[in-house]
Structure formats: structure tokens, C-alpha cells
């Protein structure tokens, strides 16, 4: 049983709900960074890290929140949160993993305002999560970030060396890219059944 | 005050969206339909200004080294109370609108202007830089709105008019239901629309400056 729900929730997350493609949360990042495979993945990556630990780390304030009857201030305390546990992570990684931390470089501060990562706390809470589900939500809507920004990054290497309409550079030709790939993951909307 | 100038910049020359490309995942998420767009727009609108104001006065009292923090808070702040304002008027509003109106908080626009703007003018212009950077948020919500809505759905102004409670009127028919492009009002017509509407945008501010030059 508890196992099904959580294939459930990390299939939806993945494929069927996709962040960027059903859900429109992370755009930003996801047509900032994506012009390279390497910075795209990197940036993926830490999206997921810090989906993860503020999944975690906002069900727990909730609780808090909720006992003791503050259950407006969510917003403010999640994107608090957010915003430390990035800077947290920023820190960690400076000090012990210097070599990630320069490879990410300026995309680390840009994650506090990505969408995805707020989006996943409130989504958390809304969805009524338990602990576990919140986590595994958390770790595989990263993952599905990671997913199409990879693969948008992919299609993006090639479309730049091929010609299109003047107006279209740049980018709108982008959008469209991303529209396609959507289309394609609509596909996957059958699994929602289970 | 230069207010005209501000206004054109806001809806054409610095258009957040088209232009600065700012605040991509409420435009492509939420416009399907006329009723959403205007209810986020006017509350960005409405959150961008106050926002604005209050950082402009606290300009000089925030220190340089945590002022993303402090504007993250000032923003959360007034989110908070549209938020709760949405959920005790227009309920109907606040159920579509959904996760997108906490979200507020993120969304690049208020950030990016407090940062660019806010942060470096007086309260006057602060103000005048919200309204105007709203009003060009909004204008572009509705534009695609009305579009996904009108070809996809086939309706005008659903959840608004038509008869009914608000939220759930059928709105205006025009055209009939098995013409609408179904595709529109799914994610990828929102990918689709926006692309064009940027690559418009681009094409007309090109020509504009193409005749500006032969002009000299």
C-alpha cells in the first residue's frame, strides 16, 4: 500500500505531473540555464538537492506552524526557510566540495527564487503529505526538473546552429522547443489512472 | 515625474514579460482564461506597487549585504495579505488561481524591480514604476488569455460572464465547441502563444528601429 502511493507520486512527479511541463513551476531556471547540457544538468541537480532537504525541512515548520495556530504566515516562513537552507547549502559546499560549488557558480543563489522549490513546499502541504510522501515528491519533482531541463538542453545545442526566422531568435525559437518537448510529455497523462 | 515615459516603458520598450522576460511561469501557467488573467494580473499589479513603495522608503535603512532577504520579506509580506484577501472575497478566483498566488512571492518581476528600480529611486517613482510594470503585466496576460481562450475553448470571459456565480459562469460562445483548438489551453499552447507573442514583439521592436535609423 505504502509502497504503491509512492510509486505514484514519483511516476506522477516525473512524467505525467511534470514540473516544467504540466505544472509550469521552475521556468525561469529551466529556459535561463539551459544552453549547455553540462551547466544545464549541474543546475538540475542542485534544484533536486535542495527540493529534497526543503520538502523535508517545510514539513516540519508547517507542523510548527500549525500548532501553534499560524497557519497564514506559510508563505513567509517557507521562502525564509528556502532562502537559508540555500544559502546553508552554499556554504557546505564552498568548504567541503569546492569543485561542484565553482561549477555551479552563480545558479546556486538563483534556486531560492525558483518556483519549483516553493512550489513543491506549498504543493506538500496542500496534497495533506505525510513526512515520507513529501520527501519522495520532493526528490522526484527534482528529478523531473532535471529530466526537461536535460532534455530541452539537448535540443536547444542543436537548434542553435540551425536557421530560423529572424524574429524567432533567440528566445521565442526557445518556447517553441519547450512547447514540442510538452507535447511529447502530454503523452504521458495516461498514467494517471493509478 | 516623467509618468508617460514610465508607462511606455512598461508596456512596450521594458515590457516585463515580453521584453525583460521576467515572471514566465504564472504568464504561461495560469492564462487560460480571461477571468485568471485579470485576477493575477491586478494582484501583481497590486503587490508590485506596495512593494515598490515600501522598499523605496527603506532604501537607506537596509543594508546592503541582506537586502535580497529583506525584499523577499517585504514581498512575502503583501502576498500574504492578497492571498488571504482572494480567499475571503473571491474564493472562486483563489481556487483557480491555486498555488500560483503564494507563489507571487517568486516571481521574478517584484524581485527584479525592487533590485533594478525601487532600490535606487525615490518613493514617487517607486510607485509610478509599480502601476506601470503591472499595467504591462497584466496587458500581456490578457492578450494571451483572451487568445488561448477564444481559439481553444471557444469562449469569451469565462468564470466572468454569461450568467452564473462568478467562477463558475460558462461565459460568452464564440465560437462553437467543436471548433476550438482543444491544444491551446493545454500546457503547450501556452509554450506556443507565448513564443509567438515574444517573436511579435521583437519583429515590431526591430522595425521600429530600422525606421528610426533611415530616418536620420
Redesign the interface.
Known amino acids: 500500500m505504502e509502497f504503491t502511493s509512492l510509486l505514484a507520486i514519483s511516476l506522477g512527479a516525473i512524467l505525467a505531473n511534470n514540473f516544467i511541463f504540466a505544472q509550469f513551476l521552475g521556468i525561469c531556471p529551466f529556459l535561463g540555464v539551459s544552453k549547455k547540457i553540462d551547466t544545464a544538468v549541474g543546475m538540475g541537480g542542485a534544484v533536486t538537492f535542495v527540493m529534497a532537504l526543503a520538502s523535508a525541512f517545510c514539513f516540519f515548520i508547517n507542523k510548527l506552524l500549525v500548532s501553534l495556530d499560524l497557519a497564514f504566515m506559510q508563505t513567509v516562513a517557507f521562502i525564509l526557510v528556502i532562502a537559508s537552507l540555500v544559502q546553508f547549502v552554499e556554504m557546505f559546499l564552498k568548504k567541503f566540495i569546492p569543485t561542484l560549488y565553482t561549477a555551479l557558480g552563480v545558479y546556486l543563489p538563483l534556486i531560492t527564487t525558483n518556483c519549483a522549490v516553493l512550489g513543491v513546499a506549498l504543493l506538500n502541504v496542500q496534497n495533506d503529505y505525510n513526512f515520507i510522501e513529501s520527501v519522495v515528491y520532493g526528490i522526484t519533482g527534482g528529478l523531473g526538473f532535471l529530466v526537461a531541463i536535460f532534455l530541452f538542453a539537448a535540443v536547444r545545442e542543436q537548434t542553435e546552429f540551425s536557421e530560423t526566422p529572424k524574429s524567432f531568435e533567440g528566445f521565442p525559437i526557445a518556447l517553441v522547443t519547450a512547447g514540442l518537448i510538452a507535447l511529447a510529455f502530454m503523452g504521458f497523462s495516461g498514467l494517471k489512472i493509478w | 515625474m516623467n509618468f508617460g515615459k514610465q508607462l511606455k516603458e512598461g508596456l512596450i520598450s521594458q515590457n516585463p514579460v515580453l521584453v525583460q522576460?521576467?515572471g514566465?511561469?504564472?504568464t504561461?501557467?495560469i492564462t487560460t482564461s480571461f477571468f485568471n488573467g485579470l485576477g493575477m494580473g491586478v494582484s501583481v499589479l497590486v503587490i508590485l506597487t506596495l512593494s515598490n513603495i515600501i522598499i523605496s522608503l527603506l532604501r537607506k535603512i537596509i543594508p546592503n549585504e541582506v537586502r535580497?532577504?529583506c525584499y523577499?520579506?517585504v514581498i512575502?509580506?503583501f502576498?500574504?495579505c492578497v492571498?488571504?484577501i482572494l480567499k475571503a472575497f473571491v474564493p472562486a478566483l483563489s481556487n483557480s488561481l491555486?498555488?500560483f498566488i503564494?507563489?507571487i512571492?517568486?516571481?521574478?518581476i517584484i524581485?527584479g524591480r525592487a533590485e533594478a528600480f525601487a532600490s535606487k529611486n525615490g518613493v514617487g517613482a517607486a510607485a509610478v514604476d509599480g502601476i506601470c510594470q503591472g499595467i504591462g503585466y497584466t496587458l500581456v496576460l490578457i492578450i494571451m488569455c483572451v487568445f488561448r481562450e477564444l481559439l481553444g475553448a471557444g469562449t469569451f470571459g469565462a468564470g466572468l460572464l454569461g450568467g452564473g456565480e462568478l467562477g463558475a459562469a460558462p461565459g460568452l460562445r464564440v465560437i462553437p465547441e467543436q471548433f476550438g483548438i482543444k491544444?491551446l489551453t493545454?500546457?503547450?499552447?501556452?509554450?506556443?502563444t507565448?513564443?509567438?507573442l515574444?517573436?511579435?514583439m521583437?519583429?515590431a521592436l526591430?522595425k521600429s528601429k530600422n525606421k528610426k535609423k533611415e530616418a536620420k
Open positions: 522576460l521576467l514566465m511561469c504564472s504561461l501557467a535580497i532577504a523577499i520579506v512575502a509580506g502576498v500574504t492571498d488571504l491555486g498555488v503564494p507563489l512571492v517568486v516571481n521574478c524581485l491544444i493545454m500546457p503547450v499552447g501556452g509554450f506556443l507565448l513564443g509567438a515574444i517573436a511579435a521583437q519583429w526591430t
